[in-house]
């Protein structure tokens, strides 16, 4: 006998500068499952401090082989989660993994509510995302930094700068 779908929606209007996150780590190297839980405790830490803005982080499980697991987050605002990024421990964070991934890769995509999808992929081995339809470009001038992909100039200047990561 068939059963009635139970069809809900939401509304979201009372949130209307949402921003979705995907975030992932992906193991490249067997030493990277070291990093990979090493990160993962320090990310839960600091989601259970609830940061300003972060309105729900849940797991998410992308892959087994290659181990590829993350996360969902939903922010307030852009600038909510441009000041996290830009806060410490985050920043520093950010600044160790750019200069060793530690046999690792790290990836993120934003959809805003307002427009604007955005992505990086740092030392993911294989075009995941958008990468596998829209092709890959290096991150640097103005593909840099998240704001800037968003279209969003007005929130200042990248977590780190490229001259953070490529001159010091």
Do not use: C
Not at 29 to 42: A, M, P, Q
Not at 53 to 69: A, Q
């Amino acid at each position: 006998m068939p059963t009635r779908v139970n069809r809900q929606t939401v509304d979201l209007s009372a949130y209307p500068d949402l921003m979705v996150l995907y975030l992932g780590m992906r193991v490249n190297r067997l030493y990277g499952i070291r990093t990979f839980f090493s990160f993962g405790r320090k990310i839960s830490e600091s989601v259970a401090g609830k940061p300003d803005g972060l309105l729900l982080h849940e797991p998410v499980y992308y892959s087994f082989f290659p181990m590829n697991m993350g996360m969902r987050q939903y922010w307030r605002d852009l600038p909510s989660l441009l000041t996290f990024a830009r806060s410490e421990p985050h920043r520093e964070w950010w600044l160790a993994f750019l200069r060793d991934s530690g046999g690792t890769g790290f990836w993120h995509e934003t959809y805003s509510i307002r427009g604007g999808m955005e992505a990086v992929y740092d030392d993911v081995p294989k075009p995941l995302g958008f990468g596998r339809f829209a092709g890959i470009r290096r991150a640097r001038g103005p593909m840099f930094g998240s704001a800037a992909r968003l279209g969003r100039t007005e929130h200042g200047s990248p977590v780190l700068s490229e001259t953070d990561l490529y001159e010091s």
